[in-house]
């Protein structure tokens, strides 16, 4: 097995199950689908049967790209903190080398921003995390997918799919947020804000 400075852990948050796929919520899980894709894998169950993942290496252009292991918890968003600390632990992955890939309701649709620490900001799978690992330092691809319009209720608006317009643009958003995960883990903090974070 590598060494825990050889391996990063790619966290996709979001709700399992086909009722939940379109959701704004789940736009981790799409991120992270996108990059098995590029790595010509496919999810499988991990051994703990508490989540999937893919075991690869992340290979840009130019790059050997490091190895990584992306992960889908099979639990609900709310407890997906036990499934990412028994694989950090299985893989002898540091929180430092874990990122989690999540929708963010204080950033406009078709934008993202990545960042090292912080709070959770009321993110229910940011909370798990943060809860089971014991420190909130570890990366965040943060996605936006905006606010609910008029009186719409958060949490009606995060667990609803997202409209025929941003499915239009979902793709390119998704892609991107993929391209930066491949920065973060290529390129470093720096060099990746400055691409994505404008």
């Not at 996605?143 to 609910?148: F, H, L």
Request: no cysteine; aromatic share 6%.
């Amino acid at each position: 097995m590598a060494s825990p400075a050889d391996v990063w852990l790619v966290v996709g948050l979001g709700n399992p199950g086909p009722s939940y796929a379109g959701h704004r919520h789940n736009v981790g899980y799409l991120v992270t689908n996108e990059l098995a894709e590029r790595m010509d894998a496919g999810f499988r169950a991990h051994k703990s049967g508490r989540a999937d993942v893919v075991e690869g290496r992340l290979t840009p252009p130019g790059t050997d790209g490091p190895r990584v292991i992306l992960v889908k918890a099979r639990s609900y968003m709310n407890e997906s903190g036990g499934p990412v600390k028994q694989l950090a632990a299985f893989y002898k992955v540091p929180p430092g080398r874990i990122v989690a890939v999540h929708d963010e309701l204080d950033l406009p649709f078709d934008t993202l921003r990545v960042k090292l620490g912080g709070g959770d900001n009321g993110h229910n799978g940011l909370r798990s995390l943060r809860g089971a690992l014991g420190t909130g330092d570890f990366y965040r691809v943060r996605v936006g997918i905006g606010r609910p319009h008029g009186r719409q209720d958060v949490s009606d608006f995060v667990l609803s799919d997202y409209s025929a317009a941003e499915r239009k643009a979902l793709p390119l958003q998704v892609s991107t947020a993929a391209d930066a995960v491949e920065s973060l883990l290529t390129e470093g903090l720096d060099r990746t804000q400055s691409r994505f974070n404008s």
